[in-house]
């Protein structure tokens, strides 16, 4: 065997082991299981959503308003702009599940899932919003020679939290969160998009007959330099990116998805009624409609990221006295990676007819057929959207994972020089190598974050109320 593989070998019972707990279904009827961290996350929207009195409806459009209002978010200690913290944030987020995991939604789920992936990312909006009030409120100045420089996310929030309310296990729940950021960091918001952009690269150059097949490491060795350059110059230059990078890539993708449905234009309304009608339909019985409903649901969870925690450590660093005016724009997140990236991709699917329901499961092959009925050589500019997706999912969690090592560690620059090295060589082993198993386990660790980030949430909750209600009392004033 190969290297990769003795190594990928190796790493399974591991791999199994973390996949199996945090993944735990349990069967709910024939046929039909739910994954218990999908419940708990899922819960958590509804949970905040409610108690916040509903926050994500009243202040929707205040959202919008205020990521360009520096009267409001733009003064105050920070290195980003409110613009370019949303950004940032979103450059984590939108990446190749808004492509190949809807595909996977709609084709396990029905058409129908797209109406439950939209209500959840409604829902998650208002988990998003807690999070990055909580991640603003609890930062840190931890380089007194760079007061300018701020930490942030739920290690913070956690353990501070926890220690100003006397509740015991606030460290090791913090110490957990990071743990699990790092690794999650290295592999499903590296290595595996490393991986994909390779072999969607790999795809459209002809397969076995491109002249990247067998190549992978040098594909590899090109991103790992266009990474290297950016998470080097730190948060900053992070900012600078995502703030040009995020409205071009999620533009042209929209743009393309957009003129693939006017070719299709007489079948919009036809598709409309049916993804309606599958969404509530009983023709395949309740096991049908709440697999639909299942399906939907966890696509947005997994998408947008809200109950991670993973907004609330980019969103920290951002220039404002307000947490709550920043968790108020923080809510455009769910808003434009689920509700609009997502929904436009499911909307190709069902418009340009490609959807077959016997055809069982397909990913990104399924969106990229969508594309090519509409224009045959959209294929290519899918290509070039997988590519800026993985790309800005890798700097962004490229300097999730430095954050979480500093919380650890220390701010100690030979220490952060050598995070961000290995990180780069681990895009070169990611787009050579297929360390199935790896992936698993990082993936497993990613979804981990939302354990202790929720339960910190929980109990500071409170706060969260009270800072919104005493920040509106003073626009109102």
């Known amino acids: 065997m190969s290297i990769d593989q003795v190594i990928d070998s190796a790493f399974k019972p591991v791999a199994d ?8 279904s349990v069967p709910i009827m024939d046929g039909l299981e739910v994954k218990l961290i999908l419940v708990w996350l899922a819960f958590a929207s509804l949970f905040f959503t409610i108690y916040l009195s509903f926050v994500n409806f009243r202040y929707f459009f205040k959202s919008f308003r205020y990521v360009f209002d520096k009267s409001i978010t733009g003064s105050g200690d920070g290195q980003l702009s409110s613009f370019q913290a949303l950004m940032a944030s979103l450059s984590g987020t939108v990446g190749l599940g808004n492509i190949a995991g809807v595909a996977v939604a709609v084709s396990v789920g029905g058409p129908g899932a797209t109406i439950w992936m939209i209500l959840m990312g409604f829902f998650s909006m208002s988990t998003k919003f807690a999070e990055v009030v909580l991640g603003i409120k609890y930062r840190h100045h931890n380089d007194k020679d760079h007061p300018d420089e701020i930490s942030g996310g739920p290690m913070y929030y956690i353990r501070d939290g926890f220690a100003k ?55 590899g060795l090109g991103m790992a330099a266009l990474v290297g350059v950016v998470i080097i110059g730190g948060i900053r230059s992070i900012g600078r990116v995502a703030g040009t990078l995020v409205p071009v890539m999620g533009g042209l993708y929209i743009l393309a998805g957009l003129i693939v449905i006017a070719i299709f234009w007489q079948n919009v309304p036809a598709a409309l009624v049916t993804i309606v009608q599958s969404a509530f339909s009983m023709e395949a019985g309740l096991g049908g409609l709440l697999g639909g409903l299942l399906v939907g649901v966890q696509r947005a969870v997994f998408s947008n990221e809200a109950g991670l925690g993973s907004a609330a450590i980019v969103h920290s660093c951002v220039k404002t006295e307000h947490p709550v005016a920043q968790g108020i724009v923080a809510m455009q997140g769910p808003f434009i990676d689920t509700i609009v990236i997502c929904t436009i991709t499911a909307l190709v699917i069902v418009t340009t007819g490609v959807y077959d329901g016997a055809a069982g499961v397909e990913g990104v092959s399924l969106t990229s057929r969508a594309f090519a009925a509409g224009i045959p050589w959209f294929p290519y500019v899918l290509a070039i959207a997988v590519f800026l997706f993985a790309y800005s999912t890798m700097i962004t969690w490229g300097y999730y994972g430095e954050k979480a090592l500093t919380f650890l560690f220390g701010e100690k620059k030979p220490l952060i020089l050598t995070y961000q090295i290995l990180f780069c060589l681990c895009v070169v082993i990611g787009s050579s190598t297929d360390l199935s198993n790896i992936i698993a386990f990082t993936d497993a660790m990613i979804l981990s974050l939302g354990i202790p980030n929720l339960i910190g949430m929980y109990m500071l909750a409170p706060e969260v109320k009270k800072e919104l209600k005493e920040f509106m009392a003073k626009m109102k004033a």
């Open 165 to 219: 309310k006397g509740i015991p296990f606030g460290g090791f729940l913090a110490g957990f969160f990071a743990l699990c950021c790092i690794a999650g960091a290295v592999g499903g918001g590296n290595m595996f998009q490393a991986n994909q952009a390779f072999v969607q690269a790999l795809n459209v150059t002809g397969g076995e007959e491109s002249i990247l097949f067998g190549k992978g490491w040098i594909f």
């Open 17 to 24: 082991f973390v996949s199996g707990v945090v993944f735990y």
